[in-house]
T-cell receptor
Framework: NAGVTQTPKFRVLKTGQSMTLLCAQD?????MYWYRQDPGMGLRLIHY???????AKGEVPDGYNVSRLKKQNFLLGLESAAPSQTSVYFC??????????????FGPGTRLTVL | TQLLEQSPQFLSIQEGENLTVYCNSS?????LQWYRQEPGEGPVLLVT?????EVKKLKRLTFQFGDARKDSSLHITAAQPGDTGLYLC??????????FGSGTRLQVQP
C-alpha cells in the first residue's frame, strides 16, 4: 500500500514550456486535491475532484488545468509555465469531502522551478 | 488575506521547554485540523477538533478548539528535537475543501 505518490519529484522548466504532474493513490479515495506551497503562504488549493470525471476550481486555479479520468489518478497540467509557478506542489486524497472531518493524505510533493 | 492566521511564524526553543502555537480566524469553522510537516515530506494529520471548547491530547501535545470555533491552539509540553517541523492548522467552513494557515515553523534545539 503506497498511499499517495507523485511523479516527478523535481523538475526544472523554462518559461513557456508545458508539463504534467501525476498523482496516484491506491486507497480507493473519492476526493483528490492539488495544492501549492510557497514560503509564508501555507498550502493553497489549486483544483480538486470529488470523484472520477469531475474537477472543480480551488483558490488559485489560473494557469493550471486538471483531469481525473481514472479514480486513482489526478493530473495537474501547466500549459505555459511562468516563473510565478515556481513552487512545491502537493497532491492529497481523502475518502470523502472534508466537510465530514475527513483526513487528507498527502503525497511527498513535487518541487518545480520555472526559469 | 489569510483566512487562518497562525502565530508565531517561527519559534526556536531548547529541548524541554513548553510552547503554544495559535491559529486564529474571524470565520467560524465546522471543524479544524492540525498537521505537521517535516522537510521534504507532505503534511501528516495530528488531530481533528469539531466541538467548541473541545480539548484533545496526543502524548505531549494538547489541542484546544475555541468555544466560538474561530480559533485553536496547540500546546507542546517538554519539547523534543523530534517535534521540529512545520505545524499547519486547517479549517473547514462547510465547503468541500480545507483552508490552510501559513504555518508555524518550530525548531527544537537539543
Amino acid at each position: 500500500n503506497a498511499g499517495v505518490t507523485q511523479t516527478p519529484k523535481f523538475r526544472v522548466l523554462k518559461t513557456g514550456q508545458s508539463m504534467t504532474l501525476l498523482c496516484a493513490q491506491d486507497m480507493n479515495h473519492e476526493y483528490m486535491y492539488w495544492y501549492r506551497q510557497d514560503p509564508g503562504m501555507g498550502l493553497r488549493l489549486i483544483h480538486y475532484s470529488v470523484g472520477e470525471g469531475t474537477t472543480a476550481k480551488g483558490e488559485v486555479p489560473d494557469g493550471y488545468n486538471v483531469s481525473r479520468l481514472k479514480k486513482q489518478n489526478f493530473l495537474l497540467g501547466l500549459e505555459s509555465a511562468a516563473p510565478s509557478q515556481t513552487s512545491v506542489y502537493f497532491c492529497a486524497s481523502s475518502p470523502q469531502g472534508t466537510g465530514f472531518t475527513d483526513t487528507q493524505y498527502f503525497g511527498p510533493g513535487t518541487r518545480l522551478t520555472v526559469l | 488575506t489569510q483566512l487562518l492566521e497562525q502565530s508565531p511564524q517561527f519559534l526556536s526553543i531548547q529541548e524541554g521547554e513548553n510552547l503554544t502555537v495559535y491559529c486564529n480566524s474571524s470565520s467560524v469553522f465546522s471543524s479544524l485540523q492540525w498537521y505537521r510537516q517535516e522537510p521534504g515530506e507532505g503534511p501528516v494529520l495530528l488531530v481533528t477538533v469539531v466541538t467548541g471548547g473541545e480539548v484533545k491530547k496526543l502524548k505531549r501535545l494538547t489541542f484546544q478548539f475555541g468555544d466560538a470555533r474561530k480559533d485553536s491552539s496547540l500546546h507542546i509540553t517538554a519539547a523534543q528535537p523530534g517535534d521540529t517541523g512545520l505545524y499547519l492548522c486547517a479549517g473547514n467552513t462547510g465547503r468541500r475543501a480545507l483552508t490552510f494557515g501559513s504555518g508555524t515553523r518550530l525548531q527544537v534545539q537539543p
